[in-house]
Nanobody, 127 residues
């Protein structure tokens, strides 16, 4: 059974930093052909892709976080990270980690291609 568990959310002031973690169990961080990602969602809005990382460490970011967020993974620790700096009020959301199922050639675009999801961790940014 796959389980993804996020942590690290909290409340910060604008300009501050947070590091989100996602520990996976029953999910391979090592096998080629898998993709993991971070998504965020605010009430009444669709879930937005923030960043993804493929098994070969290729990364992708939404334009609004480029230069401020960094996605990474530690295969040995089965952990996915999202380093967030220079946070803005518009970054406030519930953040979810996700992983794909089955071997694919590249990270899918959007949330529909991800089969496994964590429960989310809340990020609040005050101005």
């Amino acid at each position: 059974q796959v389980q993804l568990a996020e942590s690290g959310g909290g409340s910060v002031q604008a300009g501050g930093s947070l590091r989100l973690s996602c520990v996976g169990s029953g999910y391979s961080f090592v096998i080629s052909g898998y993709c993991m990602g971070w998504f965020r969602q605010t009430p009444g809005k669709e879930r937005e892709e923030v960043a993804t990382i493929y098994s070969d460490y290729t990364t992708r970011y939404v334009d609004s976080v480029k230069g401020r967020f960094t996605i990474s993974k530690d295969n040995g620790a089965n952990t996915l990270y999202l380093e967030m700096s220079n946070l803005r009020p518009e970054d406030a959301a519930m953040y979810y980690c996700a992983g794909t199922s089955g071997v694919i050639g590249h990270c899918p675009v959007g949330s529909g291609g991800f089969a496994f999801w964590g429960q989310g961790t809340q990020v609040t940014v005050s101005s």
